[in-house]
């Protein structure tokens, strides 16, 4: 731990902070420990939404509230948190039980997610608000400012054209099966009562994302 603090040259007086940043409940209760990441993680994930908020506010003054959400959206979402926790090395300190938690690999990977909001907080509680944001602005600034894409929106995308062209979108369940701990879900978009693209996930919204994506691409639309 103390060589991930030194690589962001974070120098702490509370290192169990950071231990408990990275313990997830499946750890905590093997070895009995009195605490996991969770609290920690609700506290970081407010922390990231208000910083990327303000970087994109001073950014983009042009702007209005919808846009400067679908753009925050990209940087805050759980593909853009895997991405983070992995490049700088968070994901290596994960404290997991494999043994007792029957984790599948897509559940182990939005751990690794939740870790870097968790590490968020223990660094604001630990260092202050400006280490936090100094870290931010190290560590995912140049992404925005490269507009790297993490999440392409399909679903606005396609309701926008249904607004537009007066069509109705829906949703529809194909199939869900599975283990209640390893499910996936067979959603379909319809159009107008027709199908235009079907999509499986580990959970509807994913699922969903990918109809809409295939639709998007049978109709010609521009993704957003």
């Known amino acids: 731990m103390n060589e991930l603090l030194n690589k962001f040259n ?5 290192l169990d902070i950071y231990e408990t940043a990275f313990t997830h409940s499946s750890y905590a209760v093997k070895q009995e420990l009195p605490l996991d ?9 407010s ?9 994109l506010f001073k950014m983009h003054p042009n702007f209005g509230e919808g846009k400067l959400t679908k753009i925050r ?3 805050v979402c759980q593909q853009a948190l895997i991405f983070y926790s992995h ?14 938690s029957y984790l599948t690999k897509n559940e182990v990977l939005s751990i690794t997610a939740d870790v870097f909001e968790s590490f968020l907080g223990a660094i604001y509680l630990d260092q202050g608000f400006d280490t936090v944001k100094k870290f931010l602005i190290e560590t995912i600034y140049p992404y925005i400012k490269q507009k790297l894409i993490f999440f392409y929106d399909y679903k606005s995308s396609i309701k926008e054209y249904g607004d537009a062209n007066e069509v109705k979108v829906d949703y529809k369940l194909l199939e869900e099966k599975g283990l209640p701990h390893n499910k996936t879900f067979k959603m379909c978009i319809l159009i107008d009562g027709e199908q235009y693209g079907t999509g499986v996930g580990k959970n509807k919204k994913d699922a969903e994302q ?8 049978k109709l010609n639309i521009e993704s957003k």
């Open 73 to 75: 959206a990209n940087y």
């Open 47 to 55: 922390i990231l939404n208000m910083i990327v908020s303000d970087i």
């Open 210 to 217: 990918l109809a809409a994506k295939e639709a998007i691409s």
């Open 10 to 14: 974070i120098k702490t007086n509370n």
């Open 37 to 45: 990441y969770e609290r920690l993680e609700f506290l970081g994930d």
């Open 87 to 100: 490049k700088f090395g968070l994901d290596q300190y994960v404290k997991l039980d494999f043994e007792d």
